[in-house]
């Protein structure tokens, strides 16, 4: 199981989010230069996400994720605000290696099949989530989109069903209600996932330890594994190096 450091874009500042919270921001160092330290640590890749695309669509950190790629002699991921072709393609003659496609999963599934179809291997499944009640006791995993500002009732499994049969790299599937909480990422929601998807699946969220990420790492069904974990605030915080957090998944 590979660990994708998380730098998360808000006002050309690294920052993390409580729970997604826009009100509740905690800022950190320059991202380009954490971003080094991270490809110089060894980091397989990283999970680089611009809030205010996100939240408003537009690629507002654009300049800073360029150099990001210059600098942090490992792949990088990008996430938010990918919703058309061009975009994504952009961001490929850039150097980005993946993007990550959420909201437009669910509002233009379409554009996710087009660019899975012109871009195999290369195209990632963003379904993040909140746990709600759905009555007698039970809570279901329903998906937001917009930066997750929107509820959009659909369950976790039922939005990833359209897509099962498409050359996507990945799934990475966050539980918002843990992000940024270093309280544990949701094991369970992650078995379930492995159950029913053949894609590779990264788990996000709530990651605050190496022993959170020894247990996804050992976590098996029917012979399959986590292909990664996203941890932001654990590394940001000093709780972890990226050294032990790849220690703690060799384990």
Not at 37 to 44: D, F, H, I, N, V
Not at 57 to 80: C, K, M, Q, S, T
Not at 187 to 209: D, F, K, M, N, Q
Not at 222 to 241: I, M, Q, S
Request: charge should be negative; charged fraction near 25%.
């Amino acid at each position: 199981m590979d660990v994708l450091p998380a730098i998360d874009l808000r006002g050309g500042r690294c920052v993390r989010l409580l729970r997604g919270e826009a009100d509740r921001e905690t800022r950190y160092g320059d991202p380009v230069e954490l971003a080094r330290a991270y490809g110089e640590a060894g980091a397989p890749m990283l999970h680089v996400v611009d809030l205010d695309a996100a939240m408003g669509g537009l690629l507002a950190n654009r300049p800073i994720v360029e150099r990001i790629v210059e600098v942090a002699g490992a792949p990088v991921e990008y996430a938010g605000g990918v919703r058309d072709e061009a975009v994504a393609a952009e961001l490929f003659s850039s150097g980005v290696a993946r993007v990550v496609v959420g909201t437009a999963a669910v509002e233009q599934p379409d554009l996710v099949r087009r660019l899975a179809e012109r871009f195999p291997g290369r195209v990632v499944l963003g379904l993040d989530h909140r746990r709600v009640a759905s009555g007698g006791g039970a809570t279901r995993r329903e998906v937001a989109v917009r930066g997750w500002a929107r509820a959009t009732g659909l369950e976790l499994l039922e939005a990833l069903a359209p897509f099962e049969d498409l050359p996507l790299s990945a799934l990475v599937v966050t539980d918002i209600s843990r992000d940024g909480t270093l309280l544990g990422p949701d094991v369970a929601g992650y078995r379930l996932l492995l159950e029913h998807t053949a894609l590779p699946v990264v788990a996000s969220g709530g990651i605050g330890s190496a022993a959170d990420l020894a247990e996804l790492s050992a976590l098996e069904v029917a012979g399959r594994r986590l292909a990664g974990a996203v941890v932001g605030k654990a590394l940001l915080d000093g709780r972890l190096t990226l050294e032990e957090a790849m220690a703690a998944c060799a384990s």
